[in-house]
């Protein structure tokens, strides 16, 4: 399988990186309470760090909400993973355990303040590749079975026609959703300038040590950059 990014996306991004976890023969399921623990400590920290600042212009929002911007999508009606993430916790509210690999990609966003999306692999059976939508791919939503298309130039992660995440780091699909059966998964973490390419490495790690604590498996790490746009997994 090949997993890669559009030049495009470098071109306007060119300190762009996505880490990519790859695990296999892990095991899913309900999260166990300390992993759950540690969930609502990343929620803390999380907060802790938006203290004091309008969650729009801390550094690694206001960095996605540029890059919506740039692919015509508003910001205040679109916002990244870790933007709505952050807001709902300041707001008061707990994100709710879901599933171990779920719940672990949590962990690590709201620890480094990084978008990042947990995707089943033993369901696809093409290759990835984050790239502008020409607008005709299809989406199914989490938990809908109805099908709607990307806006054209939206930067989308796609396999073939599929659309497994529309507005990069905004919403997840039903495709590739992990479930209690998943055994073959990747985590994707997002970093963009001033995010550097070490602090991915660093949250990329953690995830490693946590999926290998909480799942099991066979775990690799890959980097997706302007220097390296293409990888094969498997």
Not at 44 to 66: D, K, L, T
Not at 97 to 119: E, F
Not at 176 to 196: F, H, K, R, W
Request: net charge negative.
């Amino acid at each position: 399988m090949n997993y890669s990014v559009s030049e495009k996306i470098f071109e306007e991004f060119p300190g762009y990186v996505r880490g990519v976890v790859v695990a296999e023969g892990v095991s899913n399921g309900e999260s166990p309470p300390g992993l759950v623990a540690l969930l609502r400590e990343a929620e803390e920290s999380a907060c802790g760090v938006m203290a004091g600042y309008n969650i729009a212009e801390h550094p690694r929002i206001a960095a996605w909400r540029s890059a919506y911007r740039w692919f015509g999508a508003r910001p205040s009606d679109f916002r990244c993973s870790i933007e709505a993430m952050s807001r709902r916790l300041v707001r008061g509210d707990s994100l709710p355990a879901i599933n171990r690999l779920v719940d672990i990609g949590n962990v690590i966003s709201l620890r480094h303040i990084l978008s990042a999306g947990c995707h089943a692999i033993d369901v696809a059976h093409g290759d990835f590749e984050l790239r502008p939508a020409r607008g005709d791919e299809s989406f199914v939503p989490l938990g809908s079975s109805e099908s709607e298309s990307p806006e054209p130039g939206e930067v989308i992660l796609a396999e073939g026609d599929k659309v497994l995440t529309r507005r990069w780091t905004w919403r997840q699909g039903q495709h590739t959703a992990t479930t209690p059966d998943s055994t073959y998964v990747e985590l994707n973490i997002d970093g963009l300038p001033p995010v550097a390419f070490t602090e991915v490495s660093e949250a990329c790690t953690e995830a490693t040590e946590l999926i290998q604590q909480f799942c099991g498996g066979e775990i690799s790490t890959h980097y997706l950059t302007r220097e390296t746009p293409s990888i094969t997994i498997g």
